[in-house]
């Protein structure tokens, strides 16, 4: 995994990079983790893309909880924007782009009609945070291998056009986002799922915050996993979540001299499980649980 140290010159960077090609471009595709659409999603979006025409695509759709991802469609589409789960990997969902993405422009491709144009093809940008499956995506879309996965940003290098099927023409590089950076909760859901090196935070506290989610919101899973009898329901205390951690170390063998849990092992054992799909289809954010976590935090 690719880790940006974004620092305010890189953000800034991006930011221009960003808006330079937003002048060549029709739309804008913004690509979310579809486990984590607010917390993947780069804090400044609205202000970057300006009033350009948006498509949200909801990656990683397949680790996703589909009944969630519902949730979400509807919570985009209540504010105008379509957005639509996909599976970079394997292309499920993909071949509706091209289409959506002329839906969304719909109005002004009539117009062009209208005023007797043969409307061009419709020239797209692919934006989103580091590991939200851009690279992956672009592969798809152009049916090769194109991109470097793990692009830098203030690298610059030659704009390319890639045909990406049914009228649709995507910039070869992505632009590139940084994440939300000032909420500790987002910062642990990212490093949850994989999109933050496990070095930047440490293991056992962003397993610990995956178990508290867990617990409360998919509790049969991880009783099904880890053959576990009980899981604290709702807002679970910390030795409460330690005491279900320390079952899952002892199931897994995850023992130090003397016998006690290894709670790093542990730790690492439920990330790897969570990262990998073996839970169970999970989503860490609904669109519910972000008004619920903002009216309960306090506004000083
Ligand atoms: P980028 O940094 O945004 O360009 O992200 P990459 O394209 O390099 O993808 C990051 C990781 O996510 C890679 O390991 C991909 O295989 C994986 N990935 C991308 N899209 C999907 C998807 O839809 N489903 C799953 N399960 N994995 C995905």
Redesign the pocket.
């Known amino acids: 995994m690719t880790t940006i140290q974004w620092f305010p010159g890189h953000m800034t960077r991006a930011r221009r990079q960003i808006q330079e090609k937003l002048k060549l471009i029709d739309i804008a595709i913004e690509l979310l983790d579809a486990r984590v659409p607010l917390s993947s999603r780069n804090p400044m979006i609205d202000d970057i893309l300006m009033n350009k025409p948006r498509l949200v695509l909801l990656?990683?759709a397949?680790?996703a909880d589909p009944a969630v991802t519902r949730e979400w469609i509807a919570y985009f589409a209540a504010s105008g924007i379509e957005a639509v789960p996909?599976?970079?990997?394997t292309g499920e969902g993909v071949r509706s782009i091209p289409d959506r993405a002329k839906h969304a422009l719909r109005e002004k491709i009539e117009a062009q009609i209208r005023k007797g144009m043969n409307p061009r093809s419709v020239r797209a940008l692919i934006v989103?945070i580091?590991?939200?499956?851009?690279?992956?995506l672009i592969n798809r879309l152009a049916g090769k291998h194109v991109a470097a996965?793990?692009d830098k940003p203030g690298v610059t290098k030659g704009q390319q056009w890639i045909k990406a099927g049914g009228d649709l023409e995507l910039l070869d590089t992505?632009g590139i986002l940084w994440p939300k950076f000032d909420d500790e909760l987002v910062g642990y859901r990212l490093a949850a799922i994989g999109s933050i090196s496990d070095l930047i935070l440490h293991v056992e506290d962003v397993a610990f915050h995956a178990l508290r989610s867990l617990s409360a919101t998919y509790p049969q899973l991880l009783k099904q996993r880890y053959e576990l009898e009980e899981v604290p329901a709702g807002e679970a205390e910390a030795h409460e979540i330690v005491d279900v951690m320390e079952k899952i170390g002892r199931k897994r063998g995850c023992l130090q001299s003397g016998g006690s849990v290894n709670l790093e092992k542990a730790s690492m054992v439920v990330l790897r499980d969570l990262r990998g799909g073996k839970l169970g289809r999970i989503s860490l954010e609904r669109p519910v649980t972000v008004t619920e976590a903002k009216e309960a935090r306090p506004t000083s």
């Open positions: 990656n990683k397949d680790l996909i599976d970079a990997v989103g580091p590991n939200v499956g851009k690279s992956t996965t793990g992505p």
